[in-house]
């Protein structure tokens, strides 16, 4: 069973960075496609960024060129480097994984976000003008 434990959200103000970290552990393989998805108040939960296990990067449109995906496979931990915080991507930010073989999709594709299986319990992040 694989278990997700995400970590480094908090409150920033408009402009600043904050990195989210998620620690993986049940693990029988690394076949895993990660991602990070987010859900604020009153919305569904959307796509932010995908890595696939050669490291191929996804990213969602309103994310791009703001936010990084990484991971450190020798920890079994995934990263969101996260930097120009704007007022909306205040949310609260999940880790999922899924079993690469369950893809309908490329593996870092957010499209595959019904078949995620597997999910952290969130962590907020907050920003703030």
């Known amino acids: 069973q694989v278990q997700l434990v995400e970590s480094g959200g908090g409150s920033v103000q408009t402009g600043g960075s904050l990195r989210l970290s998620c620690t993986a552990s049940g693990y029988t393989d690394r076949g895993y496609c990660m991602a990070w998805f987010r859900q604020a108040p009153g919305k569904e939960r959307e796509g932010v960024a995908g890595?696939?296990?050669?490291?191929?990067?996804n990213y969602a449109d309103s994310v791009k060129g703001r936010f990084s995906i990484s991971k450190d496979n020798a920890s079994n931990t995934l990263y969101l480097q996260m930097n120009n915080l704007e007022l909306d991507d205040t949310a609260m930010y999940y880790c999922a994984a899924l079993a690469k073989i369950r893809a309908r999709f490329k593996c870092a594709a957010l499209s595959n976000k019904p078949e995620y299986n597997y999910w952290g319990q969130g962590t907020q992040v907050t920003v703030s003008s």
């Open positions: 890595i696939d296990t050669d490291g191929t990067t």
